[in-house]
């Protein structure tokens, strides 16, 4: 397998091949610019690059430099020289079209997500919480389906068997044969012994 695919001035690396360079499309994962798009085009140092925003076709960021472990790398690279204007990365971004690519890829749509969430109100983040509760359940409700049809048994004969190996001790659970007698009435006798310690030293307040 190739380890880039060239479409253009557009060029997609592979993960092994997703390196710091000029070109290279990045995401602002920390600071005020959380979220937007820019291209490196220089090293400053072994800690911090000079990005730039394209004129506004990638982001409305100006040419600045920002630390790498701000920036997460996409997977795009635009063919384009170390240091070169700001003018130039904005034809070479247009010509492109790297921005709908990025908005296509897994990582674009996650981004897109993740903005969105943010701009969720109270009430939003409610029906988000309470749709996503909704899909656990009906995800765990076919799980159940599947696993009793699987065992030829009843879902209720299933979710009563799930009940009573929840109900024994995690300790019991694991072991089998003759010990396992004598040591369920060790735990439930460890286990008396502690209801009764913590009913003597119950407090009343009144």
């Known amino acids: ?6 479409s253009g001035p557009l060029i997609v690396d592979n993960v092994e091949n997703r390196l710091v360079e000029p070109g290279r499309i990045c995401l ?21 690059v000079l990005v730039d925003g394209a004129q506004g076709k990638l982001s409305n960021i100006k040419r600045v430099s920002l630390p790498m472990r701000w920036l997460q ?3 795009f690279r635009i063919n384009i020289e170390r240091g070169v204007s700001s003018s130039n990365v904005a034809k ?3 010509e492109s079209n790297v921005v709908e690519e990025y908005k296509k890829s897994t990582m674009g749509r996650r ?14 983040r409610f029906k988000l919480y309470y749709f996503k509760g909704q899909f656990k359940k009906q995800v765990a409700e076919e799980l159940l389906k599947l696993r009793a049809k699987e065992k030829n048994i ?3 004969e299933l979710i009563k068997q799930k009940n009573t190996r929840r109900n024994v001790h995690p300790v019991v659970r694991r072991v089998t044969g003759k010990f396992k007698k004598k040591l369920s009435a060790r735990v439930n006798k460890k286990a008396n012994a502690r209801k009764q310690r913590l009913k003597r030293q119950q407090i009343k307040y009144t």
Request: charged letters at 35%; glycine letters at 4%.
């Open 73 to 75: 790398v996409t997977k």
């Open 111 to 124: 981004n897109e997500c993740i903005k969105a969430k943010q701009a969720l109100n109270d009430f939003g």
């Open 154 to 156: 009843d879902v209720k």
């Open 1 to 6: 397998m190739s380890s880039e695919e060239k």
């Open 28 to 48: 602002i994962v920390w600071g005020n610019n959380y979220r937007k798009l820019v291209c490196i085009v220089d090293f400053i140092d072994r800690n911090r």
């Open 92 to 94: 070479v971004v247009e």
